[in-house]
């Protein structure tokens, strides 16, 4: 019986085997996957949020509906005062989202609260870390 080049010696086998299996394990574990769930959900929770609560709307009820929308975990920093872009100022908040697809994915809410309670300023991001 004749062997194939192309597997080589001993070692060689050994190596594309390992190789396999730990590419394998990736793909299967998540690693190597794009985050599509995480995605389509930061896409429409963004567009829903941009609707619901526009420049002046409750501060309290946006708060309330994104506390809502974490299912995993959601956590917020302490606020901070800067100025408003509306003029004033506006107390600087910062809320996260928590979703762990192959890698942990996170949805930021960054808004700024006036001395009336209204949202003065509200933008998103997203981030991944594995």
């Given at each position: 019986m004749k062997r194939s080049a192309f597997l080589g010696n001993r070692q060689t086998r050994k190596s594309l085997v390992l190789a396999l299996v730990v590419l394998g394990c990736l793909?299967?574990?998540?690693?190597?996957?794009?985050?599509?769930?995480?995605?389509?959900?930061?896409?429409?929770?963004?567009?829903e949020a941009e609707r619901k609560f526009p420049t002046g709307s409750s501060a309290p009820a946006f708060e309330a509906w994104?506390?809502?929308?974490?299912?995993?975990?959601?956590?917020?920093?302490?606020?901070?005062?800067?100025?408003?872009?509306?003029?004033?100022?506006?107390?600087?908040?910062?809320?996260?989202l928590r979703r762990v697809e192959g890698c942990i994915n996170i949805m930021a809410a960054n808004y700024c609260v006036d001395e009336k309670g209204k949202i003065a300023d509200l933008t998103f991001s997203d981030s991944s870390y594995c």
């Open positions: 793909g299967g574990c998540g690693y190597l996957k794009e985050p599509v769930a995480f995605r389509a959900e930061y896409a429409t929770l963004k567009l994104f506390a809502g929308k974490s299912a995993f975990r959601l956590e917020s920093n302490p606020p901070i005062l800067r100025p408003s872009k509306t003029g004033g100022q506006c107390e600087a908040r910062n809320m996260w």
